[in-house]
Structure formats: structure tokens, C-alpha cells
């Protein structure tokens, strides 16, 4: 069974810098691709970052070139974690954040290549 557990949201100020992590676990094998999505009130889900395991290559929003940047760690037991670094955030960059891990082909910028998904973490950018 896949699980897929994020944490690191919160509150900060525009223009801070926060961290978001998500573990994954269950995913028996290695071509698979991990993203972060976004939501916010009475908006549609949106893409925000993603990278495939198999070649480390990262996928970004052109909102957020530059500014957020998208890890991973591969441990033991099918476990993997992937960060996003979130810096110079904005105030409608509020939103849940959504982890997602994919073991399909397609495009990771859409949100149904996704197999997978994360509780969601708050973020929330406000002075």
C-alpha cells in the first residue's frame, strides 16, 4: 500500500522561505515521479513542481521558477522522500499543498498522471 505523509506547512510572512516534506512508502518500483500540487479556495488544483526518480530531471510552474526548488532522498524499504523549498512566497500563494507520486506515464504537470496523493498541508502567506 502506498502512503504518501507531508509535513512542513504553516504560517510566513511574504517573502519567507518555508519547507515542505513528503514520505513515501509502498511504491515498488523505481520509475515512478513524485509532485507537489496546489489548492486554494474556489480554484482548481494547480501543478507546482515534480521530478521522476529515474533521471533526477525537475519539473516547475513558471510561477514558482526560480524561486521554489524540488528534492529527493531515497532511503531503505521502498521508502522515499521528496522536498519542496519554497522561498520569496506570496500572499496568494496560500493553499493546500498536496504531495502526489505517480507510476504512470504522461505528463507530470497534470495532476491525473497522478496514482497517488497526500493528505494536503496548510500554507498559508500572510503579514
Known amino acids: 500500500q502506498v502512503r504518501l505523509l507531508e509535513s512542513g506547512g504553516g504560517l510566513v510572512q511574504p517573502g519567507g522561505s518555508l519547507r515542505l516534506s513528503c514520505a513515501a512508502s509502498?511504491?515498488?518500483?523505481?520509475?515512478?515521479?513524485m509532485g507537489w500540487f496546489r489548492q486554494s479556495p474556489g480554484k482548481e488544483r494547480e501543478f507546482v513542481a515534480a521530478?521522476?526518480?529515474?533521471?533526477?530531471?525537475?519539473?516547475?510552474?513558471d510561477s514558482v521558477k526560480g524561486r521554489f526548488t524540488i528534492s529527493t532522498i531515497s532511503r531503505d524499504n521502498a521508502k522515499n522522500t521528496v522536498y519542496l523549498q519554497m522561498t520569496s512566497l506570496k500572499p496568494e500563494e496560500t493553499a493546500v499543498y498536496y504531495c502526489?507520486?505517480?507510476?504512470?506515464?504522461?505528463?507530470?504537470?497534470?495532476?491525473?498522471?497522478?496514482?497517488?496523493w497526500g493528505q494536503g498541508t496548510q500554507v498559508t502567506v500572510s503579514s
Open positions: 521530478i521522476r526518480w529515474s533521471d533526477g530531471i525537475p519539473y516547475y510552474a
Open positions: 509502498g511504491l515498488s518500483t523505481n520509475n515512478f515521479a
Open positions: 502526489a507520486a505517480s507510476t504512470q506515464r504522461g505528463s507530470v504537470r497534470y495532476s491525473g498522471t497522478f496514482d497517488y
